[in-house]
């Protein structure tokens, strides 16, 4: 078990970040959206599941769960964390949680764990989401989930409900296979003294600069550089599109545009009588929720619109794509071949809500087409303030390894860094020696510096866990590589892309806190929880791998 949890401690980590960019940027994931009823995808512990089932239990529940756990929940989280086990994209992870969905339900048979309907009201009415302004449960905001949001999913409370029996499923078999992992707390403690260390001391910087001004490759030098690693010389992959972008006909605010131009109209009501001017203010919030109230139905009228579009298209398997378009009066427009670092700039502009930076050109190129040709289509991309995108991959050049007169100028900068980077940790080694020595001798650590040819040092105080080195004179890591050297001591050098740096920890004093004994206990806990989390994602991904998942789909 404890190799286990070491293997799959760094998927911990990644599926966090990849259940926060997924909440965040939400999945577009169509693989099997709106497919004919029946159709086997997945074949899981010898039992066939079909794309219906798929539908509800991955891609629907997963978008429930994701929508709960936007209001800060982090059970949440960690439920969608731990059955996404397996998952490298956001694309692919609602297929990896419908597969551990399955296998946790197997679970709860075996384990007699069935969540009784009190308990699963008494859950949910305790879910951030559903809580009012008073932080209490509302049941106002729970009916409207469930009428309005939860149907637009294509959902129902049984699904919730469903979802929250499966939910307390996980946190019981969770603790059930990590029950056996105590936590030390005299480690904990010794820890966390460490993290409330403040470092003071100094340190010495090399710059890679000086050291590749002094290379000059000659082009035999380049060459046979490049020829033992030309295959990581490639060119950009190329695409070529057809799309077209959908804008809604939004109305425009006259009354914005007149005030910028109509003086009589501010010297108007300037002078008016407070009757008055409450009149013409009500009017205005009235005309500008009626403006809203328009243009949000305009925004639902062209959602519609594309959506059916989208539909059509893929029952009509990708035919008819100019034909569709032209009965909606929308352009369709074709580029040439282009790589995905230098697209046009109509589809250089940002995806619509997201935390990323993630642009237009990003989806487009992340299309994998099949024999299927609806695979040569994007879905629906919302984009820009209120528009969406439809594409079609056209066509595509692979990207090939480069000729040598190609890759010459990248290989020769690719040269120089490495053979500069191996001379500055060479200086950096001969200089850490000549320091120590110095030191030894009585000597501060900055004439120690200059002795050993270092000119650029630094003092640095009161380093501690929170703090941010200044980026253009101090390393990344300035605390963790100080945390555990004896006073007096230096550093491992610490190298980054284009410096390096050599620290003297002159004192480390640990700082104390008021309330140290309740940090410690919520410390502890913490880690009991993460060691819970760490054997249970352990003990899915067994469960999965025994349970030979098929993917029929592929086949």
């Known amino acids: 078990m404890i190799e286990n949890i070491r293997k799959f401690k760094g998927l911990i980590i ?55 756990a936007r209001s800060g929940d982090f059970t949440l989280y960690q439920f969608l964390m731990g059955l996404a086990t397996g998952a490298t994209s956001e694309k692919d992870a609602p297929q990896k949680f419908f597969i551990g969905r399955i296998v946790l339900r197997d679970a709860k048979q075996e384990f007699g764990i069935h969540p009784g309907d009190e308990e699963i009201t008494d859950y949910i009415k305790k879910m951030r989401f559903f809580a009012g302004t008073d932080q209490k449960f509302s049941e106002e905001n729970y009916r409207r989930f469930v009428e309005k949001s939860i149907g637009r999913m294509g959902m129902t409370e049984a699904d919730l409900r469903e979802l929250v029996s499966d939910l307390l499923s996980y946190q019981k078999i969770n603790s059930i296979v ?11 403690a010794q820890n966390l003294a460490l993290d409330n260390q403040q470092v003071t001391g100094a340190l010495a910087r090399l710059d890679i600069d000086p050291f590749e001004a002094k290379i000059e490759p000659t082009d035999a030098e380049i060459k046979a550089y490049w020829e033992n690693i030309k295959d990581s010389f490639t060119t950009e992959p190329l695409r070529k599109f057809s799309y077209i972008i959908v804008t809604p ?30 009149k013409m203010e009500a009017d205005k919030a009235k005309k500008a929720a009626d403006l809203a109230e328009t243009r949000r139905m305009k925004q639902i009228e062209i959602d519609k619109l594309v959506d059916d579009f ?18 909606n009066n929308w352009e369709i427009k074709t580029t040439e071949l282009f790589s995905q670092s230098t697209p046009p700039k109509e589809l250089d502009i940002k995806l619509r809500a997201s935390s990323r930076g993630g642009k237009t050109v990003d989806e487009l190129f992340r299309i994998e087409p099949t024999e ?43 040269y120089i860094q490495e053979k500069a980077k191996e001379a500055m940790k060479t200086a950096a080694n001969e200089a850490l020696t000549k320091i120590k020595a110095s030191l030894t001798a009585g000597k501060s650590f900055t004439d120690a510096a200059k002795e050993a040819g270092i000119t650029e040092t630094k003092e640095i105080s009161k ?11 101090e390393p990344k890591n300035l605390f963790e ?12 050098i610490i190298t980054e892309k284009d410096r390096t740096f050599i620290v003297h920890v002159a004192k480390r004093e640990v700082v104390k806190e008021e309330n140290a004994a309740t940090r410690l206990d919520t410390e502890v806990t913490s880690r009991a929880q993460q060691n819970e989390m760490i054997a249970f994602t352990s003990w899915i991904a067994g469960r999965v791998e025994a349970a030979k998942v098929e993917e029929l789909f592929k086949k």
């Open 249 to 278: 006909d939004m109305p425009a605010d006259p009354d914005a545009a007149a005030e910028k131009t109509d003086t009589k109209k501010s010297i108007v009501d300037a002078a008016a009588t407070d009757d008055a001017k409450k």
């Open 463 to 473: 380093v501690t866990s929170t703090s941010r080195p200044d980026a253009t004179t």
């Open 178 to 188: 990590g029950s056996g992992l105590t936590v030390q707390r005299e480690i904990v």
């Open 372 to 414: 299927d040709p609806v695979s040569k289509f994007c879905p629906p991309v919302a984009i820009g303030e209120n528009q969406w995108i439809v594409a079609r991959l056209d066509a595509q050049e692979k990207s090939r390894p480069k000729t040598y007169e190609e890759a010459r100028v990248e290989a020769r900068d690719q």
């Open 14 to 68: 990644f599926g966090l970040v990849l259940v926060a960019i997924a909440l965040v940027v939400g999945i577009q994931n169509d693989l099997f959206r709106r497919g004919g009823g029946g159709r086997s995808l997945f074949k899981i512990a010898g039992r066939s599941y079909d794309n219906m089932e798929f539908q509800r239990l991955g891609t629907d529940g997963y978008e429930l769960a994701s929508t709960l």
């Open 310 to 327: 989208s539909f059509t298209l893929e029952e009509k398997k990708g035919k008819g794509f100019e034909e569709l378009a032209q009965k």
């Open 481 to 492: 590589a100080t945390r555990n050297v004896d006073p007096g001591a230096l550093a491992d």
